[in-house]
């Protein structure tokens, strides 16, 4: 075992090319036993592939059937026991329905794929619609799996084109054959259009299904991925006007909250929002993003000069002592004020009638709770997971860890 040590000294510190030199049956054996650190036990897995001995396989299963064993090394082993059909029936069994070790429940579907389990195929395609990548890769695996063993054409029949996840692999499908899937950017589900339009890559085709897209959604769809494709701002505007400006109303959001919000998250949000923010931020002006270092010492300033005692503004980051966002932290007492990034905006305790008044003489502008409230619809951005509208305070006071 001494090789296998000197080869993973240390977790994440991996000699893949030496591992690979160490005898098959040693590295089965150390891989099977729980009492060695699981993560030279995955490594062990890992270059076990191609070639693991017959003489180890009961071992090497019993360890992916114990829910107790570490996750990672469950994972792994699936993906090297991958041809023993005999593991079908216990992961098709009802138990399985209980796993919760993170990406457990995962590689049991794709594994499930990988035998040839035409009943996963369903699971398979929720998981690969997923909106996190790695979930995606893995429902993709087991669905290419299946593909591979029955053709396309039974997977589709499997699967039919009721659920948006379905019609998302028909599309994926399509387009991996050669074929044309611009007519998707009409389909009724955001996330479908969305995934037709990031594989589409003949603009003079969207040129001419622009004349021809059966609803508004469709042409934003088309102007949207015009854009990708040429980056002609132009084009884009043309095309907006033509709809006549289309864009998401939102009650109570007036125009300076929605640039500031617009421009900071509509580039870059999630595939479920309305085609209506892309478009909108790529054919408005963003507005004049103010001096940070002006705008705290006006705050800080404004404070001072009300009597109050302000301690020195800390970002978000720095003041949740990790990760980032769009205010900084003026502390003052027990209260704590955040001075937004994205613009003159400022919020806080609602019993710290000084600050607020002392900010907004300084031309800062107050958000109070009604104004906080108010939930940008239909513009999806990710948060702590999550990945729905979000309210104005969150997203002018944006932080993730």
């Given at each position: 075992?001494?090789?296998?040590?000197?080869?993973?000294?240390?977790?994440?510190?991996?000699?893949?090319?030496?591992?690979?030199?160490?005898?098959?049956?040693?590295?089965?054996?150390?891989?099977?036993?729980?009492?060695?650190?699981?993560?030279?036990?995955?490594?062990?897995?890992?270059?076990?592939?191609?070639?693991?001995?017959?003489?180890?396989?009961?071992?090497?299963?019993?360890?992916?059937?114990?829910?107790?064993?570490?996750?990672?090394?469950?994972?792994?082993?699936?993906?090297?026991?991958?041809?023993?059909?005999?593991?079908?029936?216990?992961?098709?069994?009802?138990?399985?329905?209980?796993?919760?070790?993170?990406?457990?429940?995962?590689?049991?579907?794709?594994?499930?794929?990988?035998?040839?389990?035409?009943?996963?195929?369903?699971?398979?395609?929720?998981?690969?619609?997923?909106?996190?990548?790695?979930?995606?890769?893995?429902?993709?695996?087991?669905?290419?799996?299946?593909?591979?063993?029955?053709?396309?054409?039974?997977?589709?029949?499997?699967?039919?084109?009721?659920?948006?996840?379905?019609?998302?692999?028909?599309?994926?499908?399509?387009?991996?054959?050669?074929?044309?899937?611009?007519?998707?950017?009409?389909?009724?589900?955001?996330?479908?259009?969305?995934?037709?339009?990031?594989?589409?890559?003949?603009?003079?085709?969207?040129?001419?299904?622009?004349?021809?897209?059966?609803?508004?959604?469709?042409?934003?769809?088309?102007?949207?991925?015009?854009?990708?494709?040429?980056?002609?701002?132009?084009?884009?505007?043309?095309?907006?006007?033509?709809?006549?400006?289309?864009?998401?109303?939102?009650?109570?959001?007036?125009?300076?909250?929605?640039?500031?919000?617009?421009?900071?998250?509509?580039?870059?949000?999630?595939?479920?929002?309305?085609?209506?923010?892309?478009?909108?931020?790529?054919?408005?002006?963003?507005?004049?993003?103010?001096?940070?270092?002006?705008?705290?010492?006006?705050?800080?300033?404004?404070?001072?000069?009300?009597?109050?005692?302000?301690?020195?503004?800390?970002?978000?980051?720095?003041?949740?002592?990790?990760?980032?966002?769009?205010?900084?932290?003026?502390?003052?007492?027990?209260?704590?004020?955040?001075?937004?990034?994205?613009?003159?905006?400022?919020?806080?305790?609602?019993?710290?009638?000084?600050?607020?008044?002392?900010l907004e003489s300084a031309g800062f502008r107050w958000i109070d709770e009604t104004t906080g409230g108010i939930r940008v619809t239909d513009l999806c951005v990710y948060y702590f997971g999550n990945r729905?509208?979000?309210?104005?305070?969150?997203?002018?006071?944006?932080?993730?860890?």
């Amino acid at each position: 075992m001494r090789n296998i040590e000197m080869s993973v000294p240390h977790a994440g510190q991996v000699d893949a090319a030496a591992l690979r030199e160490v005898n098959a049956d040693d590295l089965a054996r150390y891989a099977a036993d729980p009492a060695h650190p699981w993560w030279r036990r995955k490594a062990c897995v890992l270059a076990l592939a191609g070639r693991v001995p017959q003489r180890r396989v009961a071992d090497l299963i019993a360890r992916v059937r114990d829910p107790g064993d570490v996750g990672q090394v469950r994972i792994a082993l699936l993906d090297v026991l991958t041809d023993r059909a005999e593991l079908l029936p216990w992961l098709r069994h009802e138990d399985r329905q209980h796993e919760r070790s993170y990406g457990v429940p995962e590689a049991l579907l794709k594994a499930r794929g990988m035998l040839g389990d035409r009943s996963a195929a369903r699971e398979l395609a929720t998981l690969a619609a997923s909106a996190w990548r790695h979930r995606r890769a893995v429902g993709e695996a087991g669905l290419d799996a299946l593909v591979t063993r029955y053709g396309v054409e039974t997977v589709l029949a499997d699967l039919g084109d009721t659920r948006p996840e379905d019609r998302g692999f028909h599309v994926r499908a399509r387009h991996r054959a050669g074929h044309d899937v611009t007519d998707a950017l009409a389909d009724p589900d955001r996330g479908v259009a969305y995934l037709a339009q990031s594989l589409l890559s003949d603009p003079d085709r969207l040129r001419r299904y622009l004349a021809e897209a059966p609803t508004t959604d469709a042409k934003l769809w088309a102007a949207y991925a015009l854009h990708r494709l040429t980056s002609d701002t132009a084009e884009t505007l043309a095309v907006y006007e033509t709809l006549g400006r289309p864009r998401v109303e939102v009650t109570g959001l007036d125009d300076e909250l929605r640039s500031a919000i617009l421009h900071e998250y509509a580039s870059g949000c999630e595939r479920h929002s309305d085609p209506r923010w892309r478009i909108e931020a790529l054919c408005t002006e963003p507005p004049t993003r103010p001096d940070q270092d002006e705008q705290l010492s006006r705050a800080t300033a404004a404070l001072t000069a009300a009597g109050l005692t302000p301690k020195p503004p800390v970002s978000c980051g720095e003041h949740n002592r990790q990760g980032g966002g769009t205010y900084h932290v003026i502390e003052i007492g027990d209260s704590e004020l955040f001075v937004s990034t994205l613009g003159r905006f400022v919020t806080g305790d609602v019993g710290n009638l000084a600050a607020r008044h002392a900010l907004e003489s300084a031309g800062f502008r107050w958000i109070d709770e009604t104004t906080g409230g108010i939930r940008v619809t239909d513009l999806c951005v990710y948060y702590f997971g999550n990945r729905a509208a979000l309210t104005v305070d969150t997203l002018l006071f944006y932080w993730q860890d």
